[in-house]
């Protein structure tokens, strides 16, 4: 399994931090969510493509994702030609950089905008980007998040889009959330996933508080027994969301705690005996 660092759990770190350490601690790559510590747009990827190039492909080191912010479920026809617009621009980057898959979100839904029609706008848009993704060599995935935490709601989705550049990327926390097991998720949408968000938290009255790998409720090791059964030997993003929690321990620690746990995991999946 390849296991990467999504740059959200570092705000404070620098393109080279986050190379440097990533490479240091284990980690095959990055999902780029965060480039020194903003928040991933257009204009500021096209402006360090030399800097990523160099820190990241040149020097072995995957960027398995671009993280994006792009929304989908809007009523509104223009916004939503805008949006296909700006996805095809966030493809063609992703295909000069050689980076795989595009990360959306569907998004939450306007009010008085049902979800009924909310699925099928996103639908109808990454249907119709496709042929762009499929000419570029890069898929588009759709996270289970906000109203399309549900496993079942993003298959909704995939249904009518036959294109196999369109799939989801599964978050681990949302669907559990939702109520939905490992085993659930993988049958409704397994054939579709392009890559896994993981993370662990446990329920606080009708919160969920975020917590170190192992010590909340998330069934991340069934997930990844289950992913191992299925053959998904795809990238697996280590998704820590300091950048929206600053109260949350410091990425130099828990990045290292996550990665060690998660090959101990892969250790007793393969049958291996436990490093002492």
Known sequence: ??????????????????AR???????VGVDLRLLDGEVISLDSVRANRDRLR???????????????????????????RDTADEIAEWIDLAAEL????????????????????????VADTLAHIAPRAESA????????HDDFSSAATVRRVLEPVASRAVGAVWDM??????????????GLIGDRVLNVHLKDA????????????????IPVRDGLRLL??????????????????????????????????LQTYVRELEGQPART
Not at 1 to 18: H, I, R, V, Y
Not at 21 to 27: E, F, L, M, Q, T
């Open 1 to 18: 399994m390849k296991f990467t660092l999504n740059t959200l759990g570092a705000p404070s770190w620098t393109l080279e931090d986050t």
């Open 21 to 27: 350490n990533a490479r240091a601690y284990g980690y």
């Open 54 to 80: 160099t820190l990241f492909q040149d020097a072995g080191l995957a960027i398995a994702v671009l993280a994006t912010s792009v929304r989908l479920a809007s009523p509104d026809q223009q916004q939503r």
């Open 98 to 121: 050689g980076i795989p898959v595009v990360r959306v979100f569907g998004g939450m839904r306007p009010e008085g905008f049902d979800l009924d029609a909310a699925i099928q706008v």
């Open 137 to 144: 060599g890069v898929a588009v995935g759709v996270e289970t």
């Open 173 to 186: 926390l949302h669907t559990a959330r939702m109520g939905e097991t490992p085993s659930d998720v993988l």
């Open 202 to 217: 446990r329920r606080n009255g009708d919160a969920w508080e975020l917590l170190p790998l192992g010590q909340g409720e």
């Open 228 to 261: 191992k059964q299925r053959g998904y030997d795809d990238f697996i993003s280590v998704e820590w969301e300091k950048k929206w929690h600053p109260e949350l321990a410091e990425p130099e620690v828990a990045f290292p705690q996550h990665l060690a746990l």
